[in-house]
Nanobody
Framework: QVQLVESGGGLVQVGGSLRLSCAAS????????MGWFRQAPGKEREFVAA????????YYADSVKGRFTISRDNAKNTVSLQMNSLKPEDTAGYYC?????????????????WGQGTQVTVSS
């Protein structure tokens, strides 16, 4: 089992920044690829970013490329999402996910554990 707890969400103005964190506990964190997804009201959950087991490879949705950065600290069992130049369309619940495999994917069905989410609201 892997438990994931997100933090860092909140209300921010357009163009602002937020840093989301996901703390993992349970089985070996360093063996898992990790991802961030988001879901806005009335919309399906969508991929945001992913990182492989050692942080050497990252992958981003086109909508956030160049603005968001995913990183991980295996010594602290955390994965983070730095979000800059935020836009109103970034408003959503953001979810951390863990995959029982070392390689990342954008497919939510490939992730085995999910956090409860943290809300990000970008006001214009």
């Amino acid at each position: 089992q892997v438990q994931l707890v997100e933090s860092g969400g909140g209300l921010v103005q357009v163009g602002g920044s937020l840093r989301l964190s996901c703390a993992a506990s349970g089985r070996s964190f360093s063996a898992n690829a990790m991802g961030w997804f988001r879901q806005a009201p009335g919309k399906e959950r969508e991929f945001v970013a992913a990182i492989n087991w050692n942080g050497a490879r990252t992958y981003y949705a086109d909508s956030v490329k160049g603005r968001f950065t995913i990183s991980r600290d295996n010594a602290k069992n955390t994965v983070s999402l730095q979000m800059n130049s935020l836009k109103p369309e970034d408003t959503a619940g953001y979810y951390c996910a863990a995959r029982l495999g070392m390689t990342y994917t954008y497919d939510a069905r490939s992730y085995d554990y999910w956090g409860q989410g943290t809300q990000v609201t970008v006001s214009s």
